[in-house]
């Protein structure tokens, strides 16, 4: 099993969905990451939402709709170097910031976006 996919069950699909908009709250203020999507963050925000649901533990809705969710594969049209994945985690933590998290569920929280921010880097 996942080691992630408690998350689900402890925070609840609400707070994964406040964490999803939170974020891109954060990113529509950061102009970096910003010019990397489309005018209207809906849709970026409801793939997220699923997928973060599906990650942690929740419905598989996201692999239903989507299929396999291939991260890598799917953000490589992208130059995502260290500089990008910090604004990233930045808005990441940020919105995590907003939710009231125990203290050992936001640092597994933390540690599945870390390692999956580092993980999406596909340039030096």
């Given at each position: 099993m996942n080691p992630f996919q408690s998350i689900y069950e402890l925070v609840g699909e609400?707070?994964?969905?406040?964490?999803?908009?939170?974020?891109?709250?954060?990113?529509?203020?950061?102009?970096?990451?910003?010019?990397?999507?489309?005018?209207?963050?809906?849709?970026?925000?409801?793939r997220l939402f699923l997928f973060l649901l599906q990650v942690f533990g929740g419905p598989q809705t996201?692999?239903?709709?989507?299929?396999?969710?291939?991260?890598?594969m799917r953000h490589f049209d992208w130059e995502i170097?260290?500089?990008?994945?910090?604004?990233w985690l930045n808005c990441m933590l940020t919105a995590m910031d907003t939710?009231?998290?125990?203290?050992?569920?936001?640092?597994?929280?933390?540690g599945y976006f870390i390692k999956v921010a580092n993980h999406m880097v596909n340039h030096a």
């Open positions: 609400d707070q994964i969905r406040q964490l999803t908009h939170h974020f891109y709250q954060e990113v529509a203020k950061n102009q970096t990451l910003r010019n990397l999507y489309p005018e209207d963050l809906a849709p970026a925000e409801n996201y692999s239903e709709q989507r299929g396999h969710p291939r991260l890598k170097d260290e500089s990008m994945r910090d604004h939710l009231d998290l125990d203290q050992n569920l936001r640092e597994l929280m933390l």
